[in-house]
């Protein structure tokens, strides 16, 4: 038995160094943390979107958003605007720096894992599912906080910090 288990914390370890070396790469080519290439994904996939909208369409709390926006705003990468009809409302919207950090990024771990979770059979994503809900609870993880982000550390974390 002990084998096994030694082959499932290599597994483990394996899917962290792949998350930690993708983080990595992306922020040496882009100075984008996964999180924030996330949120610029989403504006650019929208043209123009409301903060409540990319914090449920990443699943990311509101307050987690506005810190990744207030970053992103910091580098150029998108900028804020009043709505015209209703001054309540703020729009985030790509500038051409972000356009061009979503060109430059590297293929990214987590839309290669989406990609290849879609094509399995439903079945097998049951599965894989269960199995990776199990090895939380054995981790005693089920409870903590997190978005289907694949990234270390903080959401919001600071580069360089």
């Known amino acids: 038995m002990q084998d096994r288990s030694d082959t499932a914390l290599i597994a483990l370890r394996?899917?962290?160094r792949a998350t930690e070396l993708n983080s990595?790469?992306?922020a040496s080519q882009t100075g984008l943390t996964s999180s924030q290439f996330i949120i610029l994904q989403i504006v650019a996939r929208h043209g123009k979107v409301l903060p409540?909208?990319?914090?449920?369409?990443a699943r990311l709390t509101q307050a987690t958003v506005t810190s990744l926006v207030d970053k992103l705003?910091?580098?150029d990468h998108v900028k804020r605007r009043r709505d015209t009809e209703d001054r309540r409302r703020i729009?985030?919207?790509m500038t051409r720096v972000g356009e061009e950090a979503l060109a430059a990024s590297p293929d990214f771990l987590q839309d290669r894992f989406q990609?290849?979770?879609r094509q399995l059979e439903a079945w097998e994503q049951a599965m894989i599912i269960?199995?990776?809900e199990r090895v939380s609870a054995m981790l005693d993880a089920g409870t903590l906080d997190?978005?289907?982000i694949l990234d270390i550390g903080d959401l919001d974390r600071l580069l360089n910090a």
Do not use: G, H, Y
Not at 52 to 57: E, G, M, W
């Open 91 to 93: 729009w985030i919207e």
């Open 130 to 132: 269960a199995a990776l």
């Open 146 to 148: 997190a978005s289907p």
């Open 73 to 75: 705003e910091r580098n």
């Open 52 to 57: 409540s909208t990319v914090a449920k369409s």
């Open 115 to 117: 990609e290849a979770f």
């Open 24 to 26: 990595r790469l992306l």
């Open 14 to 16: 394996r899917i962290l």
